[in-house]
């Protein structure tokens, strides 16, 4: 059973730095798209950053993030730990929600986490971590 347990969240000021971690314990898929979605009150589960794992391959490690983000946060993994981190720098008001860790599997014939920010294409969801900047 494939469980993904957030970590990390909390409160911070505008300009400010938090780190998040999503440990997957039952979860060997390779190649897959893990990575981070946040949802703020009132509003839709949106995608943050997704990272893609296919072992021996050049795309191996290739990285999505939105827009909002880009330049601002990074997503990286321990394979040995199987866990995920988004670390997020210059944080402003608007990144405050909740942030979900989410994995989906992929087969041998994917190459990219096409329509990476797609809720329906994860399978797998955490509980999700807290994140309040103030200004």
């Known amino acids: 059973q494939v469980q993904l347990v957030e970590s990390g969240g909390g409160s911070v000021q505008a300009g400010g730095s938090l780190r998040l971690s999503c440990a997957a314990s039952?979860?060997?898929?390779?190649?897959?798209?893990m990575g981070w979605f946040r949802q703020a009150p009132a509003t839709e589960r949106e995608g943050v950053a997704i990272?893609?794992?296919?072992?021996?391959?050049?795309?191996?490690?290739?990285?999505y993030y939105a827009d909002s983000v880009r330049g601002r946060f990074r997503i990286s993994r321990d394979n040995a730990k199987n866990t995920v981190f988004l670390e997020m720098n210059s944080l402003k008001p608007e990144d405050s929600g909740v942030y979900y860790c989410?994995?989906?599997?992929?087969?041998?014939?994917?190459?990219?986490?096409?329509?990476?920010?797609?809720?329906?294409?994860?399978?797998?969801w955490g509980q999700g971590t807290q994140v309040t900047v103030s200004s």
């Open positions: 039952g979860w060997t898929a390779n190649p897959s798209c």
């Open positions: 989410a994995a989906a599997p992929r087969t041998l014939y994917s190459y990219s986490c096409e329509s990476w920010a797609d809720t329906k294409e994860y399978v797998y």
């Open positions: 990272l893609y794992r296919r072992d021996g391959s050049p795309y191996d490690g290739n990285r």
